[in-house]
């Protein structure tokens, strides 16, 4: 059994009027996956609709207590890391610039390490009237299909990495004097 993301109790699923998960093993160690998730500025590499991203905090990763804003699914949204466990659990809450709904979102990734590389598991809970419209009504499926993606191409970035990693190592060790 893989954890699950800890939700703070305002955030819990069965209180929130939009949830989504999805899950994928990936065939890459957590620290390279956990290398993709925090480095947000550049999401944009594999993830191309996460094109717009500035972490506000000044620092060039996201760590605990890190801000950043984001345009996504048409809307500008302010994120503030609330979960950082290295190699392991990423969290933030999101608010919509704008939203005098004061509508919330909470998004938590987790990071299982497997016997072939890690199991990565994304929830993500949003409430208020500004989500019931965008998202639940005007997009139904929009949080599954949007993480569904980003979890497939992080999957695939991670692969490409480890491969490019491996390779590296391996050429390395051909070259040693024996």
Not at 36 to 47: C, G
Not at 59 to 72: D, I, M, N
Not at 107 to 123: A, K, Q, R, Y
Not at 128 to 146: M, N, Q, S, T, W
Request: proline share 6%.
């Amino acid at each position: 059994m893989y954890d699950k993301v800890s939700w703070p109790d305002e955030f819990h699923p069965r209180i929130s009027a939009i949830y989504g998960l999805n899950d994928i093993d990936i065939d890459a160690p957590p620290e390279i996956v956990w290398k993709l998730l925090v480095d947000a500025e550049n999401w944009h590499t594999y993830f191309p609709p996460e094109n717009q991203i500035k972490i506000t905090t000044g620092t060039p990763e996201l760590e605990l207590g890190s801000e950043y804003s984001r345009f996504t699914v048409g809307f500008t949204m302010r994120c503030v890391v609330t979960e950082f466990e290295p190699f392991r659990r990423l969290a933030w809450r999101t608010s919509v610039d704008g939203d005098e709904t004061r509508s919330t979102a909470y998004h938590g990734w987790v990071i299982t390490p497997t016997s072939t590389g890690s199991h990565v598991l994304t929830e993500e809970t949003q409430q208020g009237e500004f989500f019931l419209e965008e998202i639940g009504r005007k997009r139904p499926g929009a949080v599954y299909d949007y993480h569904q993606d980003w979890i497939e191409r992080l999957a695939r970035a991670a692969e490409a990495e480890a491969a490019r990693q491996a390779t590296s190592t391996g050429s390395q060790l051909e070259r040693l004097p024996r």
